[in-house]
């Protein structure tokens, strides 16, 4: 198989998290006395990390130091949440097995906080699963294609070698961007349409394609 390995995003193509951040912005949203929001308008915030996930939904023209403090806030109120997320997405871990099983290396590269990220995936899948797992310190990661090209050197892997596998643009735009296999997942946060139109070669609709359609690359 030309594939020798694979980088994940989180959230919506690992696990389904959305609750939790939903949970999590409404408290946040609720210490400035602002109601709570759905489903829609989290998926619109989110895949661009947490100061940009609040400056998309709270109110238009809310000043800098509001959106500093909701920031920081947020990111702690996550903290409480997070870890309530406790499976993946159906096949995903035998997938992930299997990889392995073909001597493929497996990572994690998200735009979520790094700390909540190391242990939101230990806790679902387990240590040494995923080598390294990259989140948020201060700037988002993706989609810069310096991190996923790290990863790559770390793999001991050109590029061509690895698949970038996601469900938004921001994950394509950086597979894309790092000269990477792409694949788009139907099963996460954002619309196939979109996917394509960033970028996405392959566009999987369970975990179990992604392999399938690794091993199909030449």
Known sequence: ??????????????????????????VTRSRFGLPPIGRADVLRGINDGPRTFIERTFPAGTDKET???????????YEQYYMGTKTAFDGMKETVAEMHALGC???????????????????????????????????????????????????????????????????????VNAGMHTIGVSYGYKPVDVLLANGAEHIANTPREILEIAKNIE
Not at 1 to 25: H, Q, S, V, W, Y
Not at 109 to 120: D, E, M, Q, S, Y
Not at 129 to 144: A, E, T
């Open 1 to 26: 198989m030309k594939i020798k390995g694979f980088i994940f995003d989180l959230d919506g193509t690992l696990a389904d998290t959305l609750p939790e951040l939903n949970r999590a912005m409404n």
């Open 105 to 175: 290396k497996t990572a994690v590269l998200t735009n979520k906080a790094h700390t909540a990220a190391v242990l939101l995936v230990e806790q679902i899948f387990g240590k040494g699963v995923f080598d390294p797992i990259l989140g948020v310190k201060d700037k988002p990661l993706k989609p810069d294609p310096d991190a996923a090209l790290g990863i790559a050197r770390l793999f001991g892997c050109t590029p061509d070698e690895i698949c970038f596998v996601g469900d938004s643009h921001i994950d394509m735009q950086t597979g």
């Open 67 to 77: 959106i500093d403090r909701a920031t920081e806030f947020y990111i702690y109120d």
